[in-house]
Structure formats: C-alpha cells, structure tokens
C-alpha cells in the first residue's frame, strides 16, 4: 500500500515540506539537498537489515550483500578524502564525536575544543552535552579584535591544561583552518588530534579547503551538509587507530548500523568525487564572498570581516535586533536561517547577536555570483523590515517567482 492511501496525515506533511523547501530560500549553513540517487538509496529495503558488526564479521547471517555495500562505502571514503581508515556506521556527526572520544578516552579526561561562542559545537564539551558531562573539556577561543582562530591562546591552554585530546572544527566559523599548526601544538602536549570538519567536508572532498587528513588523527564529520549526503556521520582515522574507532562505534556507542543511510553515503561519496561536484564546491566559496560583499556594503557587519568558505555570520550589533527577531522575519519574507551567538556575545543563546548565512544548498539549485546582489537586496529588505508583514510578503513572492527557475536538487513537484 502507497503511502498516501495508509497515511494521508503523513503524506500532507512530506508533501507540505516539499513545497517549503523548494519556495524558500534555504540559506541555513549546515543543510543542503541530496541528490534523488542518495534519496533514492536511503529509502530502499535495505533499511530492513540487522548488520551488526563489520563487513566479513556480523552477528546476524544474511549479510552478504550488505558486506558489498559497506565496503563500497568504506574505500570510496578512504580514496576521496586520502585516510587510511573510514567508518562509515555513525548514525550522525554527534554520534561520530560520541564514538571518537570513547575510543581515545577514559570518563574525566581532559580535553579541549572550541569555546561555543567562538563556533565551537555542543559535541565539543558542553555542559548540557554528554561530552561536556563525561569528559573535562577546555577550550580555546577566537581573537578578541580579529575574531580569527588565536593559535597562541591554543597553544597556551593547551600548555596549561595538558589535554589528552584537542579537537579543531566549528559550526560557526566562516575562516580556513591551518590543520597543520593545530597538530604541531598537540605534539608539543602530546596530545591527539581530533578535527570535526561537520561544516567543511564537502569543500575538503573537493580540494577548496584544506584537509585535515595527514595532520588530525582522527577526522569525524556528518554527511549531510556541504557534503550533501544522507543525514549521518562518519569517521576517518589513521591505521594504528582502526580497532578502537571501530569499537567505538560499535559497540560502543551504537547498536546496527542504517545500512540504507550507508549506501547513500556510499552513493554520496562517488557523487563528490567527480569534477561536477569539484565546481559545485568552488562555486559554493565564490557565491559567499560574492554575498558578503554585497551585504558589506548595505552596512552589515560580518564576524572576521567576511568568509572564506561556505557560511557568513551576520553581526547584528549595529541594528539593535537580536538573531532571533531577525531570523524569524527573514523566514517570513522566504529566506530561511537561523540565530547564531557571535564572538564574545552578549545575548543569550537563545536570542543571538547574529544571523548565520550559507550558500551550499542555494548553490545545489544553481545559484551563481550574479544572483547573489538579488539575495542581499531581500536580506536588507527583510531586516530593514522586519515589523512591516507587507512589505515581507512581497519579498517572499518576489523570491517565489525567482527560484521558480531553479529546480532544488532531489525534489520531483510533479510527482
Ligand atoms: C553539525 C555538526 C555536528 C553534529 O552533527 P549532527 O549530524 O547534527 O549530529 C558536529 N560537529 C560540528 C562542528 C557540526 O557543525
């Protein structure tokens, strides 16, 4: 049975999201659109499987061609990103941190990790977070002027805190990291290296941000971001680490593994390894620059003053409204965000003093430079905007009509 003729409740709301995604501008940093090959895998029978345990050892019988899948999965990984070893099996990018710290570290550790309102993510110790309860995290923090990644304070920290682990990566930061200096100062502690490259993963896969893969021991990531995979996780790490990722895995943090969502990570992989995807990378960097300097000069200001990847952070200081308030009637007039604390914020997380911005999902319906002008226009409109619900409706049909030319990835309206 179809599912509009089991579930017509079901039906109306996928069909109402469909509708969402595909008439708004979606400019949330960390989401994207799979291509109808990785939805297609994702909602096959595979999802029918026990697989638990690894391809050549399972604890069920009948796993044969699920072996085929995942290691079709595992060496597209380890030749795309240039590991040694891949694991493929974290149920998402928190899992894959969750795992990563329990296969290098005992309960009450130290480690250190971004600060959360430097960009830092809430896998990476904070108190409300499994990690910040089981581990004893301390962190680096961004310049105070520059608001660029302060290697010194990095280095300092780390001199008096002694971590076991430090981990790199943000879900806020619009720089390049230098992956290679982060392991010079872990050596010089002794410490593990740990990158979370969650954000950036598509854009290292394509060659237009530097990896971390050769200087971070172990590198973990989730799939469905500048990636543009199914909704998951996956890890990366050197040979000598191999058996303590994969148990930490499993068993250590999960039960079987979502081999569908594995065979779209699979179908994922193969897809960012091709020159189309190198040019959707590429293309995704220069819509961002090109959108900050058209922001820039309608007098908003940008956390670093810019970006060098896919996202921007808007710094709302200077318009006496929080990221909240912003956000919210940026949805209205079609562009979805979403709050953001910023660099030594003020506000309280709930409200945020910025907005964060990014451009791999408009880039996946083709958006280019020339089109980014148009996209800060209704950005200011919006926000110069934001208690007139007129003037926002008319910039929300106004981005209607304009995206109409611009078929979102993975989405078939007439089906
Ligand atoms: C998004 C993100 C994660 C978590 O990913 P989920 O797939 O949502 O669990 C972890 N680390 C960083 C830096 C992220 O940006």
């Not at 660029?148 to 390049?176: C, F, H, Q, W």
């Not at 996780?233 to 081999?259: A, H, W, Y």
Request: glycine fraction near 8%; proline fraction near 4%.
């Amino acid at each position: 049975m179809s599912l509009s003729s089991t579930d017509p409740e079901i039906t109306q709301a996928i069909s109402e999201e469909t509708i969402r995604q595909t008439r708004a501008l979606e400019m949330i940093a960390s989401e994207n659109y799979a291509s109808a090959a990785v939805l297609e895998a994702v909602g096959s029978v595979l999802t029918n499987k026990y697989s638990e345990g690894y391809p050549g050892s399972r604890y069920y019988n009948g796993n044969g061609v699920m072996d085929t899948v995942e290691r079709l999965a595992r060496e597209r990984a380890k030749s795309l990103f240039g590991a040694d070893h891949a694991n493929l099996q974290p149920h998402s990018g928190a899992q894959a941190n969750m795992a990563a710290y329990l296969a290098v570290l005992d309960p009450g550790d130290t480690v250190m990790g971004l600060k959360l309102d430097s960009g830092g993510h809430l896998t990476h110790g904070s108190p409300v977070n499994a990690s910040g309860k089981t581990y004893n995290f301390v962190s680096y923090e961004v310049d105070r002027d520059t608001h660029l990644i302060d290697y010194e304070s990095m280095r300092n920290t780390a001199k008096a805190s002694r971590p076991k682990l430090i981990i790199v990566g943000a879900t806020a930061y619009p720089r390049l990291w230098d992956f290679a200096k982060a392991r010079e100062i872990a050596d010089e502690v002794g410490a593990l290296l740990l990158a979370d490259m969650a954000h950036i993963s598509g854009l290292i896969a394509a060659g237009v941000h530097p990896t971390p893969v050769g200087h971070a021991q172990i590198t973990t990531s989730s799939t469905h971001k500048t990636l543009r995979g199914p909704r998951g996780g996956m890890i990366l790490c050197d040979r000598e680490l191999r058996r303590k990722i994969n148990s930490g895995v499993f068993p250590g943090t999960q039960g079987g593994p979502m081999m569908h969502v594995i065979a779209g990570k699979a179908v994922m992989l193969k897809e960012a390894a091709t020159n189309e995807f190198k040019e959707y990378a590429t293309q995704i960097i220069a819509n961002a620059k090109t959108l900050a300097d058209h922001l820039q000069r309608n007098d908003f200001n940008l956390v670093t003053g810019g970006t060098d990847n896919h996202l921007l952070l808007i710094d709302l200081n200077n318009r006496s409204i929080t990221g909240r308030d912003a956000a919210d009637a940026l949805e209205r007039a079609g562009i979805v965000t979403n709050f953001n604390s910023i660099p030594f914020d003020d506000k309280p997380v709930r409200e945020g003093g910025g907005i964060r911005l990014g451009t791999p999902a408009i880039t996946s319906r083709g958006l280019k430079e020339n089109h980014m002008s148009s996209i800060a226009e209704w950005i200011t409109r919006a926000l110069n905007n934001i208690q007139n619900e007129i003037e926002l409706e008319i910039v929300r049909k106004e981005i209607q009509l304009f995206l109409a030319d611009f078929p979102a990835p993975g989405i078939d309206l007439n089906t």
